[in-house]
């Protein structure tokens, strides 16, 4: 089972590589959001339905997902290794979060409608005014944001469940990226019946937005990043969203700025084109840190805490 395991990852980490993103029309985030979509209306109880909607629509996911898996695992354990790496890939997102950025920066200061175009599917803000600096600001504040969720958060969750099957581990997977999915479409302040939905998403994101903020600072050769961007963590009004943000701010020694909402390393400038592709640069490092603990986590999926501490025992007799 690691060994297989471990394979799906590893293809899955490929196909994010190589082809960005499922196509669109039979994504299934996309068709997630379709059956979210009828919930996205008035109600005269939204705040029941909202819970309604938090709690078995992404178990629905989850479900499926996890059956999914074990069916094609019955046909053939080849089978069940695709089904799985297919499950990673369509809830995780590296290379194209990370193309989307370097467009950004690199239209910044040449074209700047060119790169609040490119903003505007990155970045849940309006570019219209932001300046060059804002531009780039935004770029990297979006990739170490999304780095928690649409990365870390899906990996996070599959490399807890995976000693127990990957079956399971693929269905939690799917359940955190349904969780986010129904966040950003359900999860605003002028949706009652998306209360449910953030509160939900506050929780799962907490420990995957700290993973995050590590595997900056450990991407960047910079822990103490970790200590300095604790002064601004909460300045964003996202429980979660400040760690992974304000790492990056600290370890570029940049000033991150969303106008009127929050601004992260604030007696320093904005980052410059080199300062933002740097910053790029440290959150894809980061994200194959990401995939490595899933991998290393597969690759032990077999072994119980007793061989680890065996195992342990042996490798620090050879010190």
């Known amino acids: 089972m690691s060994m297989a395991a471990g394979g799906a990852v590893v293809l899955a980490a490929v196909l994010d590589w190589i082809l960005r993103e499922p196509p669109t029309r039979i994504h299934p985030v996309a068709l997630f959001g379709r059956l979210v979509a009828p919930v996205d209306r008035e109600w005269g109880r939204p705040t029941l339905v909202g819970v309604a909607a938090a709690s078995l629509l992404p178990l629905f996911a989850a479900v499926v997902v996890a059956g999914t898996v074990r069916l094609a695992a019955a046909v053939h354990p080849a089978l069940a290794l695709v089904a799985v790496s297919l499950v990673l890939f369509s809830t995780t997102s590296l290379r194209m979060l990370l193309d989307a950025a370097r467009r950004v920066v690199a239209d910044s200061d040449s074209d700047s409608?060119?790169?609040?175009?490119?903003?505007?599917?990155l970045a849940g803000r309006d570019p219209e005014n932001l300046s060059s600096g804002e531009l780039r600001s935004a770029a990297v504040e979006s990739v170490a944001e999304n780095l928690a969720d649409g990365l870390v958060a899906p990996i996070l969750a599959f490399a807890v469940f995976v000693p127990l099957s990957p079956s399971l581990a693929a269905g939690a997977a799917a359940w955190v990226k349904a969780v986010n999915t129904l966040d950003s479409m359900l999860g605003y302040r002028h949706k009652p019946v998306g209360w449910a939905s953030a509160r939900l998403d506050d929780v799962v994101m907490w420990p995957p937005?700290?993973?995050?903020?590590?595997?900056?600072?450990l991407a960047a050769g910079d822990v103490g990043a970790l200590t300095r961007a604790s002064e601004w963590v909460r300045e964003p009004p996202s429980p979660n969203s400040g760690w992974p943000m304000a790492t990056l701010a600290a370890a570029l020694d940049v000033r991150l700025d969303k106008p009127g909402v929050y601004v992260?390393?604030?007696?320093?400038?904005?980052?410059?084109?080199?300062?933002?592709?740097?910053?790029?640069?440290?959150?894809?490092?980061?994200?194959?840190?990401?995939?490595?603990?899933a991998f290393v986590a597969a690759l032990f999926a077999d072994t119980t805490f007793v061989d680890i501490v065996s195992l342990t025992s042996e490798v620090l007799t050879w010190f």
């Not at 409608?113 to 599917?121: D, F, K, M, T």
């Not at 937005?209 to 600072?217: E, F, G, H, P, Y």
Request: no cysteine; charged share 15%; net charge positive.
């Open 264 to 293: 992260l390393n604030p007696n320093v400038a904005l980052p410059t084109p080199a300062d933002a592709t740097h910053g790029i640069r440290i959150v894809g490092v980061a994200g194959v840190f990401a995939w490595g603990l």
């Open 113 to 121: 409608e060119a790169a609040r175009r490119q903003l505007r599917a």
């Open 209 to 217: 937005a700290r993973v995050s903020a590590v595997l900056i600072a």
